[in-house]
């Protein structure tokens, strides 16, 4: 039977994952499917050099996201998706970090298939790990974190989810999209018992030219947030691990300048 890379298998989709940022980190799957693509179908903030993997002829399209506004809407994102494929074309929907993470992949892998067409999944590096393996932050431990979770810090509004018991001693929790909202997840997490004191950082444009890891406590968050001009993308990790990674303690340094300041 002939796998959906069959290059003479068109009329299709492929979701792929484009990772965190960096190239190096594509799946040796995700560039063959780019290289077979006759249009490509992507995220905002991919790298040129991704996108140039893709035959020169094959049509490139941006649907990209920001912040309260959106290029198109998702409904009109699966549409365009079923109609370049019902014209035979062989469809690459490149997706940032890994399509079935906060990628909406489920979401468009319901509309292929309720149009009767076929739909492969190839996965990417999600944010999560690729920043985190950048700044030596390990999301687990033995001993000290058992668990990890990851949630989204503007999904359906921050009052509308329940995180409790994903934050805490022995636990990792991993916050995609909350640079925005930083000061309300500290406040969240602290009324939900969090101590105020727990270690939580943040990796700025994780694998890319620019990138940081800066750390401080979950009580500082939104004022480091501001201090620093954190800006998307990024994500937040809170958690004992955060204590292990390379991040650079900025409250550490806050506070060395106040004291040299007093005196």
């Not at 940022?21 to 905002?44: I, N, Q, S």
């Amino acid at each position: 039977m002939a796998t959906l890379l069959d290059p003479h298998n068109r009329g299709r989709v492929i979701l792929v994952g484009a990772g965190p940022g960096d190239p190096g980190l594509l799946t040796v799957r995700a560039v063959e499917a780019l290289k077979a693509a006759d249009v490509v179908v992507h995220d905002g903030l991919i790298d040129p050099r991704v996108l140039d993997i893709a035959p020169a002829a094959a049509q490139r399209i941006s649907v990209a996201k920001r912040r309260a506004h959106h290029t198109l809407p998702q409904e009109a994102i699966n549409a365009l998706i079923v109609a370049h494929v019902r014209t035979g074309s062989l469809v690459v929907r490149l997706k940032g970090g890994d399509p079935f993470i906060f990628g909406r992949g489920g979401e468009e892998v319901e509309a292929v298939r309720a149009a009767g067409l076929p739909v492969e999944v190839i996965p990417g590096v999600s944010a999560a790990l690729g920043c985190a393996a950048e700044a030596m932050l390990p999301l687990t431990h033995r001993d000290h974190s058992s668990a990890v979770s990851f949630v989204a810090g503007q999904c359906k509004g921050l009052s509308d989810q329940d995180w409790s018991g994903l934050a805490g001693q022995g636990r990792t929790l991993v916050i995609y999209m909350g640079v925005a909202t930083a000061s309300a997840i500290a406040d969240k997490l602290m009324t939900d018992g969090v101590a105020p004191d727990m270690p939580v950082a943040v990796l700025e444009r994780g694998t890319q030219p620019g990138h940081r890891a800066i750390r401080t406590l979950l009580a500082d968050l939104g004022a480091m947030v501001e201090r620093e001009r954190v800006g998307s993308p990024a994500i937040i990790v809170v958690g004992e691990v955060v204590l292990l990674s390379d991040a650079e303690d900025k409250l550490a340094r806050w506070a060395r300048i106040a004291e040299e300041s007093a005196t």
